[in-house]
């Protein structure tokens, strides 16, 4: 069989180096070694060759996407390409490496080909192989539909949702205005690595697998990885049910979204615990770390007061003490709020690790690559009202994750300020509505006959 034309870009015969790839790439504009022009030569059914080396291969294949995300985040006068034509591509070489980890992985458990009507694989997911029908979709997810994965052993992450529970009673007395969601509707997790696999050195797979009313009331509830689903490309998707619900739910994904945006207070959330931030929102400065090094050493002899008494007579320190905040007897201290009758030794490490991220000791590399995610996705979303894999910045997200320089460190704290003192205009111009629609999906998922709801 003739190799499909991503395959072609990483054919050892064809390019023996990265850098002639990198080359192939910017000199052809993303397009294939052999004759034909279009993306959908991509799309033709060829099998895959056999490949000796399965972690150098799919290494080439990162190597390619990552070229075609940095064509796409750079100036487009250097491609003659428009940007959804380079996201496409860009999404069918990520499907490339997906399709070639999850072979590879379920070959530990099995010899048979992972097609999704193979009732070995099905109970590789823990679905019950009989009634294929039950199924909503079985997506890729994470960096797996993101299109942010970094090299051959990083895991891959399935989405799979299926209409009901196993027992139709567990519908009858379903809330979608539940403030929680009921243990037996919520998610169940499974991977590779668990007890019920082989244990192998290959590439993990997580999955979740979740019912079409948990699923719903997870979007309507602000779930992000829930609402990242439905804006998985077509390529993303390993198997779509019949009746095409999850169709339904992608076009109609706007009901899920309101000015009161999840991804923002995720990111706010995420920004704490990486930077030393005020309760404001405004980041606290290098310059300051002197001072609240001076001021734990003096909390540190106050170890047995409260916090009100600690601060009576401790002064000089303004910037970072605010005392009595709106009458409420809490205080605010290098941005962490307490308590006034919180225990001074209580307050001693918190304020140690905000110390440490001022200093950018205490930095999770996989954080700020979220935070570039969080913040893309939502002035995205208010600005356009929707977005699409890769997202702009991917570039970034990856080199967050991968090879980090002070130039990447610089763009995303660029980014977090410009957040934080731009996100609360966003909804104020957006057409987004005021709250979630759920009266929409109420009816829907009635009319679908999928539970009767209280």
Not at 233 to 253: T, V
Not at 386 to 406: A, G, H, Q, T, V
Not at 434 to 451: A, T, Y
């Amino acid at each position: 069989m003739i190799p499909s034309g991503i395959q072609c870009f990483c054919n050892d015969n064809y390019f023996p180096s990265d850098i002639e790839l990198k080359q192939h790439l910017k000199d052809k504009h993303l397009l294939p070694t052999f004759r034909c022009k279009s993306v959908s030569a991509f799309e033709k059914e060829c099998e895959i060759p056999a490949n000796p080396d399965f972690h150098d291969h799919v290494r080439r294949l990162e190597l390619a996407k990552r070229m075609c995300i940095e064509i796409m985040d750079s100036d487009q006068k250097s491609t003659d390409l428009s940007t959804d034509h380079i996201r496409r591509y860009t999404r069918l070489i990520q499907k490339e490496i997906n399709t070639l980890k999850l072979n590879n992985t379920f070959s530990w458990y099995s010899h048979d080909p992972a097609e999704i009507e193979n009732p070995e694989f099905l109970n590789f997911l823990g679905l019950d192989t009989t009634d294929i029908n039950n199924i909503v979709v079985i997506a890729y997810s994470g960096n797996s539909m993101q299109c942010t994965t970094t090299d051959p052993s990083s895991d891959i992450d399935l989405q799979v949702i299926i209409k009901k529970p196993e027992t139709e009673e567990n519908c009858y007395d379903f809330d979608l205005n539940a403030k929680k969601l009921p243990k037996q509707y919520r998610p169940e997790f499974d991977s590779t690595k668990n007890s019920r696999f082989a244990e192998n050195d290959e590439s993990q797979i997580n999955f979740s697998t979740c019912s079409l009313p948990a699923f719903i009331w997870q979007c309507l509830n602000s779930d992000s990885i829930s609402l990242n689903l439905l804006h998985a490309g077509d390529e993303m998707i390993l198997h779509e049910g019949p009746d095409r619900f999850f169709s339904e739910l992608k076009k109609h994904k706007h009901t899920f979204y309101s000015k009161n945006l999840p991804y923002v207070g995720f990111a706010k959330h995420l920004i704490g615990k990486t930077k030393a931030i005020t309760p404001e929102g405004s980041p606290i400065g290098i310059d300051q770390q002197d001072k609240l090094h001076d001021l734990i050493k003096i909390l540190n002899r106050q170890w047995s007061y409260n916090i009100e008494h600690a601060l009576k007579d401790i002064h000089g320190f303004d910037e970072l003490i605010i005392r009595d905040q709106d009458g409420s007897q809490n205080y605010s201290i290098a941005g962490l709020e307490f308590s006034a009758k919180t225990k001074t030794k209580r307050v001693i490490k918190p304020l140690e690790n905000q110390l440490a991220k001022i200093k950018g000791e205490v930095i999770d590399n996989k954080n700020p690559s979220i935070i570039a995610r969080l913040i893309t996705q939502s002035k995205e979303i208010f600005t356009n009202g929707d977005f699409e894999y890769p997202l702009p910045d991917s570039s970034l997200m990856i080199n967050l994750i991968d090879r980090c320089k002070d130039e990447d460190t610089k763009k995303i704290d660029e980014m977090i300020t410009d957040f934080l003192s731009q996100h609360k205009e966003w909804p104020e111009k957006s057409v987004l509505a005021e709250s979630v629609d759920r009266g929409f999906w109420k009816n829907w998922l009635q009319e679908k006959g999928i539970v009767r709801l209280v």
